[in-house]
């Protein structure tokens, strides 16, 4: 009787890809810890695993493909849906959309889905995570179910594979990727290499067939969709839908676009409804105070292209503990404390016994610098019991030796504030030659935190 083979394994990063024989707490090739996870290694199959993209295995002259079947995009008429996806769908292309459990992902596809179908076109959801009769609840609150729409409650890829090719569907949408299970794998599915090969097969699928295809992913604790760092690569574009579950407000981020820029946002509201697209953003990240109060400032910020008009609030208060506290809502708490020492050190303000407090209104998180300006003067603000006019707006970023720096996109900041009512704005002297600047509105430009406190009021005395 022949000895029983012993199953090989292998320890396969979920953060990176790395694929080690043995354990370690350590990532030997991103340095993450407790992410190598165990995979049985699969005999090697005579078959091929993926099929070709086309019929032919000889190159092609670039110059001789013809593109022009492709160029043509598909739009979804939602405004905000279309600016995120650069203008629509593209026939091929593959999406990955992701976020945290019941931020509204699978709501927001449906809603796709449906406008889709309306038009006309053959839609096909394939769900691992709920039933025929849950989806058509879930569709009735969004409206009148469509003819178009096709489903199915299925995890192997195999037989999936076979439904589309049997319907041929214009639109294809997987939800989620971490229920799905490809063929000739023994582990289970959400694991590394289920993860990766149920992506690469159905990107041979979406390529081959021309099919616009949007597939959902989990998220980890830390914010990243699960599964190993190749996910995001074998994808065409990857979307995150985020939001604060305290607000009904939802944004749409894209971090990555073959086809168009990245870092749009588009922002949504959650109604009982589904969800409703907000096409001035602006007014929910602006505060509506009945006259002015001390620490709220108004920022124009650039979220991708777009110009938002943002109220940064900070409170400033002695503090009774041996290390003050310094807690933020929207930004990162390092850069928040790099602000205070420089304010601190540039402006000689006691900073160091008070606890400080710093939110963005309407759950916005903001990374860029040029929200910096905005920061201090809400801070200083606070702690000097003055408030900032209401109609003045202030941007840009400060160094550590307390100059206030450009930034981009000065001229689009200045309009967005002019078109809400600004009257004034405060923004860094340098970089405004050849901007035209907005008619009704004063301009101040300044060099220093010094003459910035100076300008918007918050001198002492």
């Known amino acids: 009787m022949p000895a029983k083979t012993k199953q090989k394994s292998e320890y396969v990063c979920s953060s990176c890809g790395h694929i080690s ?37 000889a190159p092609v002259p670039l110059s001789r493909i013809d593109a022009s079947d492709h160029e043509a995009r598909i739009p979804i008429d939602v405004e905000e849906l279309d600016r995120v996806l650069g203008g629509g769908l593209v026939a091929g292309g593959l999406v990955l959309l992701g976020g945290e459990p019941g931020i509204g992902k699978s709501t927001l596809l449906l809603q796709i889905l449906m406008r889709l179908s309306r038009r006309g076109m053959k839609v096909f959801y394939v769900s691992g995570e709920e039933s025929l009769t849950q989806i058509r609840m879930r569709a009735e609150r969004l409206g009148k179910c469509p003819e178009g729409l096709w489903s199915m409650c299925e995890c192997s890829l195999e037989k999936i594979q076979a439904a589309i090719k049997e319907l041929e569907p214009q639109f294809l949408a997987i939800d989620s990727i971490q229920t799905m299970s490809a063929p000739g794998l023994s582990s289970a599915p959400g694991s590394v290499a289920q993860v990766r090969e149920s992506t690469a097969h159905i990107m041979q699928m979406a390529k081959s067939m021309a099919i616009p295809t949007v597939i959902v992913g989990h998220v980890t604790k830390d914010g990243a969709i699960a599964g190993p760092r190749v996910l995001e690569h074998l994808v065409d574009t990857v979307l995150y839908f985020e939001g604060d579950r305290s607000h009904s407000f939802r944004l749409l981020r894209t971090v990555k676009n073959r086809y168009g820029p990245t870092f749009e946002i588009g922002v949504f509201e959650m109604t009982e409804g589904g969800l409703r697209q907000v096409t001035n953003p602006s007014k929910l990240f602006m505060g509506s105070h009945a006259g002015p109060v001390a620490g709220a400032v108004t920022v124009p910020c650039l979220e991708g292209t777009r110009p938002l008009m943002v109220e940064i609030q900070a409170l400033v208060t002695p503090s009774h503990m041996a290390m003050p506290r310094r807690t933020t809502t929207g930004i990162d708490s390092n850069r928040l404390a790099m602000l205070v020492a420089v304010a601190q050190r540039q ?23 040029a929200a910096d300006l905005g920061i201090i003067a809400a801070i200083v603000s606070s702690f000097m019991e003055k408030p900032i006019a209401p109609t003045a707006a202030l941007f840009g970023e400060t160094g550590l030796t307390g100059e206030v720096r450009p930034v981009g996109r000065t001229e689009l900041r200045l309009k967005e504030a002019a078109r809400l009512g600004f009257t004034s704005c405060t923004v860094p002297a340098s970089g405004l030659s050849g901007i035209s600047m907005p008619e009704g509105m004063e301009i101040l430009p ?7 406190v100076e300008t918007v009021g918050l001198t002492a005395g």
């Open 21 to 57: 024989i043995r354990w370690f707490g350590k990532c030997p090739g991103c340095g993450a810890w407790d992410t190598l996870v165990e995979e049985k290694v699969e005999p090697a199959s005579k078959e091929k695993s993926h099929a070709m993209l086309s019929g032919s295995d």
């Open 446 to 452: 300044v060099r220093n935190l010094a003459d910035a």
């Open 347 to 369: 402006l000689g303000l006691p900073l160091h016994e008070q606890d400080i407090f710093v939110n963005v209104a309407g759950g916005l998180k903001i990374t860029e610098p």
